[in-house]
């Protein structure tokens, strides 16, 4: 139980052009989404919290306008990132959790994007 | 001072051996701690997930934490190379944010 799915696991694109990644819950309803980053050989780095239905809070210094979530539903949630240029490269990972806050949480298989 | 300490490693071992990695931290108020192993190019996968002090095992697999010395282990048992992998402690306090450590990079040798 507790899966969660991460698409696409790996884009190239332009520098100019907005990438979109997905991240589902499989087979639970996450109240609560996280995004991270991860820089090679470093550990996670937070970007922002969404919960369903209402605005995400991002961390200290992440822009919002260059990195957009959408928490739709229950079960979705989608990182935006917008304009990317070649500095936006690196490792996404999205995760859930299913119920109180103080279930863990739970990974998706990240996103590695490169952008040209 | 980082909220967290872990020796980034390499920490390399044979095959078959006990493998201990720990984790030392300083906000009294962390009360739930997780152990998880993060394979290259892949998201973490949660390992072991406890509340407050004490042991907890599961397979191969023990966690220890005593809160008295702010301090985390992971046990490794009969290691595998699969078990090759960075190996990350990550604490929270009745907040749901997870505060992470720099993971453990362990090499099992065949």
């Known amino acids: 139980g507790a899966v969660v799915s991460q698409h696409p696991s790996w884009v190239i694109c332009k520098s100019g052009t907005s990438v979109k990644i997905e991240c589902r819950s499989l087979d639970f309803q996450a109240t609560t989404m996280f995004w991270y980053r991860q820089f090679p050989k470093q550990s996670l780095m937070l970007m922002a919290t969404s919960n369903e239905g209402s605005k995400a809070t991002y961390e200290q210094g992440v822009e919002k306008d260059k990195f957009l979530i959408n928490h739709a539903s229950l079960t979705l949630s989608t990182l935006t990132v917008t304009s990317a240029h070649p500095e936006d490269s690196s490792f996404y990972i999205c995760?859930?959790?299913?119920?109180?806050?103080?279930?863990?949480?739970?990974f998706g298989d990240g996103t590695r994007l490169s952008i040209l | 001072q980082k909220e967290v300490e872990q020796d980034p490693g390499p920490l390399s071992v044979p095959e078959g051996a006990i493998v201990s990695l720990n984790c030392t931290y300083s906000?009294?108020?962390?009360?739930?701690f997780m152990w998880y192993r993060q394979y290259s190019r892949k998201g973490p996968e949660l390992l072991m997930y406890t509340y407050s002090s004490g042991n907890k095992e599961d397979g191969r697999f023990t966690a220890q934490v005593d809160k008295s010395s702010k301090y985390i282990s992971l046990f490794i048992r009969d290691s595998q190379p699969s078990d090759s992998a960075t190996y990350l402690c990550a604490m929270s306090d009745s907040n749901y944010q997870l505060i992470w450590g720099a993971g453990t990079k362990l090499i099992i040798k065949p």
């Open positions: 906000n009294s108020a962390f009360q739930y």
């Open positions: 995760s859930a959790i299913l119920g109180p806050s103080n279930q863990p949480q739970h």
